[in-house]
């Protein structure tokens, strides 16, 4: 099955230099579904991940590191399953960005899970059906 992988792990594997052992194990795992070729990532986390990069050389380098991952295609019913998630958890009382909801939507619509470490997910979990991808030494503890 596939893995929709959210920025905060692809920052960690791909700008971080000094890693904990917490977020080596993190780094292995993205590694592995990356091995297994079960990595998505949607337009939205690859922006995210271009934009604010100043210097050319480092930016074309990231560019090139990214092209082989599809993109999930997003469709009409993503944006509006995005928007009823924001609802939904807005009304509970849990902000969060339209981009998170927006790979949540994706998520929930092609029955994926979601590799993250950003604990907003914890929260939107609570109130919207997400499944959460974990690392294989978690699914052993």
Avoid at 19 to 32: C, D, P, R
Avoid at 46 to 52: K, P
Avoid at 82 to 92: P, Q, T, Y
Avoid at 112 to 126: A, G, L, V
Wanted: charge should be negative; aromatic fraction near 8%.
């Amino acid at each position: 099955m596939k893995i929709l992988v959210d920025t905060s792990i692809w920052s960690l594997a791909l700008r971080k230099k000094t890693l904990t052992h917490q977020e080596k194990k993190i780094v292995a795992e993205l590694k592995e579904l990356i091995h297994e070729l079960r990595v998505v990532i949607i337009g939205p986390v690859r922006q995210e991940l271009l934009s604010g990069i100043s210097d050319e050389m480092k930016y074309m380098n990231l560019k090139d590191k990214l092209q082989p991952f599809d993109d999930l295609p997003l469709q009409v019913e993503d944006y509006e399953k995005a928007a009823e998630l924001f609802n939904i958890c807005r009304r509970n009382g849990v902000q969060g960005s339209h981009i998170d909801f927006l790979i949540c939507a994706a998520s929930i619509n092609e029955g994926i899970s979601i590799f993250t470490t950003d604990i907003d997910f914890e929260n939107y979990k609570k109130y919207i059906n997400i499944k959460l991808h974990t690392t294989r030494d978690e699914l052993n503890t």
